[in-house]
């Protein structure tokens, strides 16, 4: 071990178990890219104001969890906490939704960064697949990231997970709810943090995770109840288009994103394996976003994936992902003359699109073969001096040992056809 080891709250994806993480996060992203999700990749930081504004002055993420910087040049940077504001940011930037082409849809997968207590499933460096789709108001629009999220995550073999669906009203309804809501939230008995958050952002009260607050909240009106004709239509379509494609989901009227601008359809994704972590996987409707970071009203829906916790998801299912070695084709050069000629071979065969692998630093023959046999190849290369004073390589078999001579200008297209 060097002097150093992985910050607090943060680990290294590492082979060979990094392998399985890399293909969970294709297996979230495929569903995306085959409807029409173009990808997307925006800066690791942005302007703090960003987040502030388009996760939220009243959230953790903003007052408690953000690694926030101040560059040399005297500009206030935040490590991204999470993927919307960024990718909104960057569309309006574009003007992607001035092309004719609404809704923009992007995807998008990396790297984001909460200053939060580690635990289990909670890191302060994560990563996420997100989705974003900017600029129509469209039942189907929700239904569609839903069924793609749960498709997603049966690609990989999960089943214990449940959806979780709200409504979180509009303009029209939820202020008067809100009011409702805070007249009940007033009477009750809690601590000066959380009468604050009643002023500033009563939803997220409910979404308060003590058991003593959840034992207060059970009378506590319900937005449910207050939503309008519209988001009560709306809401209406969302649950139906769902039940026809056969996805199970749970009303939760408690499920909350919390922000004045999240509106409408809201849903988690929940893993019954994990824990305290539960949630693998959310998002929901942010028709007044775009607004609040200074575009045009653009109605958009979207969510976040959690590729750590998904990872967490199959272990706790005891799914083993089938992810196949990468290298076909091992070389082991017994002597100097053959580390020459073999290396230029491995050359041509990656030429030649096959994935090849080389004995490097003059290892004898068996501890070499050991590696050909961890690489996963199945064929090995084996050449020495007197393979090369007859023009030949070994063509092994690394499954049945099997062992021929294969002239040198004749092992690419022996080796494509044998791998076919
Ligand atoms: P959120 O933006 O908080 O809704 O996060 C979306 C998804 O990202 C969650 O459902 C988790 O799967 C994942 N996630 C969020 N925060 C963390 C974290 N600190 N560590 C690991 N995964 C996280």
């Known amino acids: 071990m060097s002097t150093f080891t992985a910050p607090k709250g ?28 173009g990808y997307v990749e925006t800066p690791g930081f942005e302007d703090v104001e ?108 999960l089943t214990g997970f449940r959806i979780l669906l709200n409504s979180l009203g509009d303009r029209e309804c939820r202020p008067a709810y809100r009011a409702a809501l805070q007249d009940f939230l007033r009477g009750l008995d809690l601590d000066e943090e959380t009468r604050r958050r009643i002023e500033i952002n009563p939803l997220r009260v409910l979404d308060d995770k003590r058991a003593e607050v959840q034992a207060q909240l059970a009378g506590a009106p319900l937005l449910r109840d207050h939503l309008c004709e519209a988001c009560r239509a709306y809401h209406a379509e969302v649950r139906e288009l769902l039940t026809a494609q056969g996805v199970a989901f749970e009303d939760d009227p408690r499920l909350v994103r919390g922000l004045d601008y999240y509106t409408r359809t809201t849903f988690e994704f929940v893993h019954d394996g994990l824990g305290a972590q539960s949630a693998v996987g959310g998002g929901g409707r942010y028709d007044g976003l775009s607004e609040m970071i200074g575009g045009p009203a653009l109605p958009s829906v979207g969510w976040a994936l959690g590729v750590d916790r998904t990872v967490l998801a199959l272990e706790a299912e005891g799914i083993t992902l089938d992810v196949p070695p990468v290298t076909s084709v091992y070389a082991v050069p017994l002597g100097e003359e053959a580390r020459k000629v073999l290396f230029a071979v491995v050359a041509d065969l990656r030429r030649a699109g096959i994935a090849t692998d080389f004995a490097y630093g003059g290892r004898g023959v068996k501890s070499a073969m050991k590696s050909a046999h961890r690489s996963g190849a199945w064929f090995a290369l084996v050449a020495g001096g007197r393979d090369l004073a007859d023009g030949v390589v070994q063509l092994k078999n690394m499954e049945s040992g099997e062992q021929e001579p294969v002239a040198l200008d004749a092992v690419v297209d022996k080796l494509r056809s044998r791998l076919g």
């Open 50 to 157: 960003l987040f502030a504004r388009g996760v939220g002055e009243s959230t953790d993420i903003v007052t408690k969890e953000m690694y926030t910087l101040t560059t040399k040049g005297g500009s206030e940077l935040a490590l991204r906490p999470e993927g919307t504001a960024s990718v909104l940011r960057a569309a309006l930037e574009a003007n992607l939704h001035k092309a004719g082409n609404l809704p923009v849809k992007l995807w998008y997968s990396g790297s984001y960064y909460r200053y939060e207590r580690p635990q289990k499933g909670r890191y302060r460096h994560f990563s996420q697949v997100g989705a974003e789709a900017i600029g129509t108001e469209d039942p189907a629009l929700d239904a569609e990231l839903i069924l793609l999220a749960d498709q997603a995550y049966r690609s990989l073999g």
């Open 10 to 37: 943060t680990y290294d994806l590492i082979p060979p178990t990094s392998a399985a993480f890399l293909a969970v996060r294709d297996a979230l992203a495929a569903p995306l890219r085959a409807a029409g999700y």
